[in-house]
């Protein structure tokens, strides 16, 4: 699924190709489901004869800001969309098979294309046209992208918007949830995705099980620190994956069960990365470095127990080996028995009468 990185991208390649030139005209497919509150044809007369002045992004969605009156295009890739200029190599994430040199135009699955023209008579049009295969993705038109849902109902976004990490610990500890599952939140943090939760939570060194509200301060200003970095890296590659460190997770996580990697442990050891699923989507991790919460805990008791056993004392051990003579036993107390005299007969006794003499 595009997130973050690249629909930085794709705002990026609007910025490139498209901000500063007018819409010459729009050809629009009719689809009901990914035209959300719009129709196709309503889209294409909103946008035609206007100038587009801005192009950006926040979190996963992205828009485009357009001169005179009228709404502006709100845009949300789903699970398959992308944007693809005419002439121009796509580049999809995970899998290089299919980025080909496309044969025909416009696209499959194409929902618009934008015929874009800087005024000048000399030259061709650029066209970019918007896929969608599965039908995840939405359009929209929005009088103020911003102040509007989608975007008004999103949350910090780790690049444009990142809090301050006191704010971002009350955030997160409150809540009882697998830090995952909270990281998969938009309203939470925009444009966090799974491959960026996982990569992030990687570099963190947190289990994606660990409940938010068990988080350390360590955790949490690792956390803090690497949901920015991670986004930012990305982006400064321009969401090419073929570029990101070899040291990501990212670059071994794929084609699990069908193929070795070669992550390495900080050691040198190879890594060992495993898949569960946390919040519903499937998430990897390496074993060795994003402990359980239950086996982190274990772990420090037993660093406690060894801050806290006193060095051992082996004074008296030597005094009782350098003694000349054992210590003599204790002496066995015996029960003193009272011895009852015929003078003094006890209490109740008959007397025997003394016999006669003839």
Not at 135 to 156: D, H, N, Q, T, V
Not at 233 to 240: K, P, Q, S
Not at 328 to 354: C, F, H, L, N, V
Request: net charge neutral; charged share 30%; hydrophobic share 35%.
């Amino acid at each position: 699924m595009p997130e973050l990185p690249e629909v930085e991208r794709a705002a990026a390649i609007l910025r490139r190709v498209a901000v500063g030139k007018r819409v010459e005209s729009v050809e629009s497919f009719e689809d009901t489901i990914v035209f959300s509150d719009t129709s196709h044809t309503e889209f294409a007369a909103e946008l035609t004869a206007r100038e587009i002045t801005k192009a950006a992004r926040y979190g996963k969605v992205f828009y485009m800001e357009l001169d005179g009156d009228g709404r502006m295009p709100v845009l949300h890739f789903g699970m398959t969309g992308m944007l693809q200029v005419k002439g121009e190599q796509p580049l999809i994430y995970g899998d290089k098979k299919r980025n080909k040199p496309l044969d025909t135009w416009p696209p499959r699955f194409t929902k618009f294309i934008l015929n874009l023209s800087n005024g000048e008579s000399d030259t061709e049009p650029t066209s970019v046209a918007f896929t969608d295969a599965r039908r995840l993705a939405r359009i929209r038109l929005c009088a103020k992208p911003l102040k509007e849902p989608p975007i008004s109902e999103l949350g910090f976004d780790p690049i444009l918007s990142m809090p301050i990490f006191d704010d971002f610990q009350t955030a997160v500890t409150k809540r009882k949830c697998p830090i995952k599952a909270l990281l998969l939140n938009q309203s939470f943090s925009a444009g966090v995705g799974n491959w960026v939760a996982d990569e992030v939570l990687y570099h963190a060194r947190i289990h994606p099980e660990h409940r938010c509200n068990t988080l350390d301060e360590a955790h949490l200003l690792s956390l803090h620190t690497e949901l920015s970095n991670v986004c930012k890296t990305a982006v400064a590659v321009d969401a090419d994956s073929s570029k990101f460190p070899e040291n990501w997770l990212f670059k071994h996580r794929w084609g699990k069960g069908k193929k070795e990697h070669n992550l390495k442990l900080p050691s040198g050891e190879p890594a060992t990365i495993k898949f569960i699923t946390v919040g519903g989507r499937t998430s990897a991790f390496v074993t060795e470095l994003q402990l359980p919460p239950g086996k982190i805990e274990e772990e420090r008791a037993e660093e406690q127990d060894e801050l806290e056993v006193p060095p051992a004392d082996d004074s008296s051990d030597l005094t009782d080996l350098e003694s000349d003579s054992a210590p003599e036993p204790p002496k066995k107390r015996t029960k003193r028995k009272t011895k009852i005299s015929d003078e003094q007969p006890t209490e109740g006794a008959r007397k025997r009468p003394k016999r006669r003499k003839n």
